[in-house]
Protein backbone atom coordinates (compact mmCIF):
# COMPACT_ATOMS: atom_id res chain seq x y z
CA UNK A 1 0.00 0.00 0.00
CA UNK A 2 2.48 2.60 1.34
CA UNK A 3 4.89 1.61 -2.03
CA UNK A 4 1.52 2.13 -4.42
CA UNK A 5 1.04 5.84 -2.81
CA UNK A 6 4.94 6.22 -2.95
CA UNK A 7 4.53 5.93 -7.01
CA UNK A 8 1.71 7.90 -7.48
CA UNK A 9 3.25 10.59 -5.22
CA UNK A 10 6.32 10.13 -7.19
CA UNK A 11 4.91 9.75 -10.63
CA UNK A 12 1.37 11.66 -11.10
CA UNK A 13 1.72 11.87 -14.92
CA UNK A 14 2.06 7.80 -14.99
CA UNK A 15 -1.31 7.36 -12.70
CA UNK A 16 -2.97 10.11 -15.41
CA UNK A 17 -2.03 7.74 -18.37
CA UNK A 18 -3.63 4.90 -16.33
CA UNK A 19 -7.15 6.69 -15.77
CA UNK A 20 -7.05 7.58 -19.67
CA UNK A 21 -6.15 4.51 -20.58
CA UNK A 22 -8.91 2.79 -18.80
CA UNK A 23 -11.07 5.13 -19.47
CA UNK A 24 -10.52 4.73 -23.05
CA UNK A 25 -11.15 0.87 -22.36
CA UNK A 26 -14.59 1.57 -20.25
CA UNK A 27 -15.88 3.72 -23.22
CA UNK A 28 -15.37 0.73 -25.05
CA UNK A 29 -17.07 -1.91 -22.59
CA UNK A 30 -20.17 0.49 -23.07
CA UNK A 31 -20.69 -0.34 -26.32
CA UNK A 32 -24.95 -1.54 -26.96
CA UNK A 33 -23.58 -5.53 -27.69
CA UNK A 34 -26.03 -8.10 -28.84
CA UNK A 35 -27.25 -10.24 -25.95
CA UNK A 36 -26.36 -8.85 -23.29
CA UNK A 37 -29.69 -6.03 -23.08
CA UNK A 38 -30.90 -6.03 -19.71
CA UNK A 39 -34.42 -7.08 -19.49
CA UNK A 40 -36.71 -4.15 -19.89
CA UNK A 41 -38.72 -3.33 -16.84
CA UNK A 42 -42.11 -2.92 -19.37
CA UNK A 43 -41.25 -6.43 -20.29
CA UNK A 44 -40.99 -7.81 -16.41
CA UNK A 45 -43.98 -5.61 -15.04
CA UNK A 46 -46.36 -7.45 -18.25
CA UNK A 47 -45.18 -10.93 -17.14
CA UNK A 48 -46.00 -10.23 -13.37
CA UNK A 49 -49.36 -9.01 -15.03
CA UNK A 50 -50.03 -11.75 -16.90
CA UNK A 51 -48.62 -14.31 -14.12
CA UNK A 52 -51.59 -12.31 -11.89
CA UNK A 53 -54.23 -12.52 -14.57
CA UNK A 54 -53.99 -16.34 -15.04
CA UNK A 55 -54.10 -17.13 -11.80
CA UNK A 56 -57.43 -14.94 -11.78
CA UNK A 57 -58.63 -16.46 -14.23
CA UNK A 58 -57.82 -20.07 -13.10
CA UNK A 59 -59.26 -19.19 -10.25
CA UNK A 60 -62.76 -18.12 -11.67
CA UNK A 61 -62.88 -20.60 -14.20
CA UNK A 62 -61.39 -23.87 -13.00
CA UNK A 63 -64.52 -24.59 -11.79
CA UNK A 64 -62.90 -26.22 -8.24
CA UNK A 65 -61.05 -27.97 -10.56
CA UNK A 66 -63.74 -30.85 -10.35
CA UNK A 67 -65.45 -33.10 -13.57
CA UNK A 68 -69.12 -31.09 -13.36
CA UNK A 69 -68.02 -28.19 -12.10
CA UNK A 70 -69.07 -26.17 -14.82
CA UNK A 71 -71.82 -28.09 -15.38
CA UNK A 72 -74.76 -25.74 -15.94
CA UNK A 73 -77.25 -28.49 -14.63
CA UNK A 74 -75.45 -29.84 -11.60
CA UNK A 75 -77.15 -30.30 -8.77
CA UNK A 76 -77.23 -27.98 -6.05
CA UNK A 77 -76.54 -24.41 -8.49
CA UNK A 78 -80.41 -23.63 -7.65
CA UNK A 79 -81.01 -21.84 -11.14
CA UNK A 80 -83.06 -23.44 -13.36
CA UNK A 81 -81.70 -23.82 -16.40
CA UNK A 82 -83.71 -24.25 -19.78
CA UNK A 83 -81.94 -27.81 -20.50
CA UNK A 84 -82.56 -30.02 -23.96
CA UNK A 85 -85.40 -31.76 -22.31
CA UNK A 86 -88.32 -29.40 -21.36
CA UNK A 87 -88.51 -29.83 -17.57
CA UNK A 88 -92.35 -31.16 -16.22
CA UNK A 89 -94.42 -27.70 -16.06
CA UNK A 90 -95.92 -28.94 -12.55
CA UNK A 91 -92.48 -29.56 -11.06
CA UNK A 92 -91.56 -25.93 -12.29
CA UNK A 93 -94.68 -24.29 -11.24
CA UNK A 94 -94.16 -25.45 -8.26
CA UNK A 95 -90.87 -24.03 -8.03
CA UNK A 96 -92.05 -20.70 -9.33
CA UNK A 97 -95.50 -20.78 -6.95
CA UNK A 98 -93.33 -20.15 -3.93
CA UNK A 99 -92.91 -16.76 -5.19
CA UNK A 100 -97.00 -16.89 -4.80
CA UNK A 101 -96.64 -18.24 -1.48
CA UNK A 102 -96.73 -15.06 0.48
CA UNK A 103 -99.76 -13.86 -1.01
CA UNK A 104 -101.86 -16.82 -1.72
CA UNK A 105 -100.32 -19.45 0.65
CA UNK A 106 -99.54 -22.66 0.22
CA UNK A 107 -103.43 -23.98 0.18
CA UNK A 108 -103.97 -21.22 -2.81
CA UNK A 109 -106.84 -20.05 -0.72
CA UNK A 110 -105.13 -16.40 0.23
CA UNK A 111 -105.52 -14.51 3.05
CA UNK A 112 -109.32 -13.33 3.79
CA UNK A 113 -110.12 -9.52 3.68
CA UNK A 114 -106.40 -8.68 1.85
CA UNK A 115 -105.52 -11.32 -0.57
CA UNK A 116 -107.90 -13.87 -2.64
CA UNK A 117 -107.73 -17.26 -3.29
CA UNK A 118 -106.98 -19.02 -6.17
CA UNK A 119 -109.05 -21.71 -5.28
CA UNK A 120 -112.54 -21.63 -6.35
CA UNK A 121 -111.85 -18.53 -8.57
CA UNK A 122 -113.21 -17.65 -11.91
CA UNK A 123 -109.89 -16.06 -12.98
CA UNK A 124 -107.67 -19.26 -12.16
CA UNK A 125 -110.42 -21.64 -13.73
CA UNK A 126 -111.49 -19.87 -16.60
CA UNK A 127 -110.19 -18.17 -19.78
CA UNK A 128 -106.56 -19.34 -19.73
CA UNK A 129 -105.43 -16.31 -22.07
CA UNK A 130 -107.42 -13.08 -19.54
CA UNK A 131 -105.67 -15.54 -16.21
CA UNK A 132 -101.79 -15.43 -18.67
CA UNK A 133 -102.82 -11.72 -18.72
CA UNK A 134 -103.11 -10.71 -15.20
CA UNK A 135 -100.09 -13.23 -14.12
CA UNK A 136 -98.14 -11.27 -17.02
CA UNK A 137 -99.35 -7.06 -16.15
CA UNK A 138 -100.51 -7.36 -12.51
CA UNK A 139 -103.51 -6.76 -11.39
CA UNK A 140 -105.11 -3.62 -8.91
CA UNK A 141 -107.91 -1.76 -7.68
CA UNK A 142 -111.51 -3.57 -6.70
CA UNK A 143 -112.01 -7.02 -8.10
CA UNK A 144 -114.31 -9.43 -6.87
CA UNK A 145 -113.44 -13.24 -6.06
CA UNK A 146 -115.65 -15.67 -4.91
CA UNK A 147 -118.05 -13.16 -4.27
CA UNK A 148 -115.73 -11.00 -2.10
CA UNK A 149 -114.64 -7.65 -2.91
CA UNK A 150 -110.81 -7.31 -2.61
CA UNK A 151 -108.80 -4.06 -3.28
CA UNK A 152 -105.07 -4.27 -3.18
CA UNK A 153 -102.50 -4.95 -5.71
CA UNK A 154 -101.06 -7.92 -7.31
CA UNK A 155 -97.58 -7.65 -8.98
CA UNK A 156 -96.60 -8.14 -12.67
CA UNK A 157 -94.48 -11.10 -13.56
CA UNK A 158 -93.86 -10.69 -16.66
CA UNK A 159 -89.88 -9.55 -16.63
CA UNK A 160 -89.21 -12.13 -13.51
CA UNK A 161 -90.27 -15.10 -15.76
CA UNK A 162 -90.01 -16.29 -19.15
CA UNK A 163 -92.90 -18.03 -21.39
CA UNK A 164 -92.43 -21.43 -20.11
CA UNK A 165 -92.14 -20.56 -16.87
CA UNK A 166 -95.36 -18.50 -16.42
CA UNK A 167 -97.60 -21.17 -18.56
CA UNK A 168 -96.25 -23.82 -15.78
CA UNK A 169 -97.37 -21.82 -12.72
CA UNK A 170 -100.88 -21.37 -14.47
CA UNK A 171 -100.99 -24.46 -15.18
CA UNK A 172 -99.81 -25.22 -11.37
CA UNK A 173 -102.38 -23.11 -10.21
CA UNK A 174 -104.91 -24.56 -12.60
CA UNK A 175 -104.24 -28.31 -11.43
CA UNK A 176 -103.87 -28.17 -7.94
CA UNK A 177 -106.52 -25.08 -6.96
CA UNK A 178 -108.84 -25.37 -10.73
CA UNK A 179 -110.01 -28.33 -10.29
CA UNK A 180 -107.73 -29.55 -13.07
CA UNK A 181 -109.07 -26.82 -14.98
CA UNK A 182 -106.40 -27.79 -18.20
CA UNK A 183 -102.56 -27.09 -18.93
CA UNK A 184 -101.47 -23.62 -20.21
CA UNK A 185 -98.77 -23.82 -22.52
CA UNK A 186 -96.09 -21.70 -23.76
CA UNK A 187 -97.44 -20.44 -27.20
CA UNK A 188 -100.46 -19.33 -25.75
CA UNK A 189 -98.11 -17.40 -23.17
CA UNK A 190 -96.30 -15.77 -26.23
CA UNK A 191 -99.73 -14.80 -27.95
CA UNK A 192 -101.00 -12.79 -24.52
CA UNK A 193 -97.52 -11.21 -23.88
CA UNK A 194 -97.06 -10.27 -27.87
CA UNK A 195 -100.94 -8.91 -27.42
CA UNK A 196 -101.11 -7.34 -24.25
CA UNK A 197 -97.52 -7.07 -22.73
CA UNK A 198 -96.53 -3.46 -23.24
CA UNK A 199 -99.79 -2.60 -21.35
CA UNK A 200 -100.00 -1.92 -17.72
CA UNK A 201 -101.18 -3.76 -14.71
CA UNK A 202 -105.31 -4.74 -14.99
CA UNK A 203 -108.07 -3.31 -13.86
CA UNK A 204 -111.51 -5.47 -13.72
CA UNK A 205 -112.99 -3.15 -16.18
CA UNK A 206 -109.70 -3.07 -18.92
CA UNK A 207 -109.93 -7.38 -17.69
CA UNK A 208 -114.03 -7.35 -19.00
CA UNK A 209 -112.90 -4.91 -21.77
CA UNK A 210 -110.48 -7.70 -23.52
CA UNK A 211 -111.84 -10.57 -21.95
CA UNK A 212 -115.84 -10.67 -22.47
CA UNK A 213 -116.45 -13.47 -20.13
CA UNK A 214 -116.27 -17.01 -21.32
C1 LIG B 1 -97.52 -9.38 -3.01
C2 LIG B 1 -98.64 -10.27 -2.95
C3 LIG B 1 -98.92 -11.15 -4.14
C4 LIG B 1 -98.07 -12.03 -4.76
C5 LIG B 1 -96.63 -12.32 -4.43
C6 LIG B 1 -98.86 -12.66 -5.78
N1 LIG B 1 -100.11 -12.17 -5.80
FE1 LIG B 1 -101.64 -12.74 -7.02
N2 LIG B 1 -102.81 -11.31 -6.23
C7 LIG B 1 -102.49 -10.47 -5.21
C8 LIG B 1 -103.55 -9.53 -4.98
C9 LIG B 1 -103.57 -8.46 -3.90
C10 LIG B 1 -104.52 -9.80 -5.93
C11 LIG B 1 -105.82 -9.03 -6.14
C12 LIG B 1 -105.47 -7.68 -6.80
C13 LIG B 1 -106.56 -6.63 -6.60
O1 LIG B 1 -107.00 -6.48 -5.47
O2 LIG B 1 -106.88 -5.97 -7.58
C14 LIG B 1 -104.05 -10.95 -6.70
C15 LIG B 1 -104.73 -11.56 -7.71
C16 LIG B 1 -104.36 -12.72 -8.34
C17 LIG B 1 -105.17 -13.46 -9.29
C18 LIG B 1 -106.57 -13.09 -9.76
C19 LIG B 1 -107.56 -13.19 -8.63
C20 LIG B 1 -107.69 -14.59 -8.07
O3 LIG B 1 -107.59 -14.70 -6.85
O4 LIG B 1 -107.84 -15.54 -8.84
C21 LIG B 1 -104.43 -14.56 -9.65
C22 LIG B 1 -104.87 -15.64 -10.61
C23 LIG B 1 -103.17 -14.47 -8.98
N3 LIG B 1 -103.15 -13.36 -8.19
C24 LIG B 1 -102.14 -15.39 -9.11
C25 LIG B 1 -100.86 -15.23 -8.57
C26 LIG B 1 -99.72 -16.05 -8.90
C27 LIG B 1 -99.76 -17.29 -9.78
C28 LIG B 1 -98.66 -15.53 -8.22
C29 LIG B 1 -97.21 -15.99 -8.26
C30 LIG B 1 -96.56 -16.01 -9.54
C31 LIG B 1 -99.14 -14.40 -7.47
N4 LIG B 1 -100.46 -14.23 -7.72
C32 LIG B 1 -98.34 -13.65 -6.63
C33 LIG B 1 -101.31 -10.50 -4.48
C34 LIG B 1 -100.20 -11.25 -4.81
New binding site residues.
Partial sequence: MSEMSDTNKRAPELSDRIIEMHAAAMREMSEPKDGVHPTPVAYIIACLFFTMWGGWYIGSYAGNWTADGLAETAAGMGVPVATAAPQDPMELGAE??N??L???QADGK?VPGS????TE?E??KGDPKR?TA??LNG???E?K?GGVT??????A?KDSYNDEEIAA?ATY?RTKFGSNAGKVDKGLVEGVRKEFGAKGPWFEGSLLESFPKP
Avoid: K
Avoid at 115 to 118: I, N, S
Avoid at 150 to 155: D, E, I, K, L, W
Fill in positions: IYACQCHGFPPLSYVLILLQGIVYNSQMPWVI
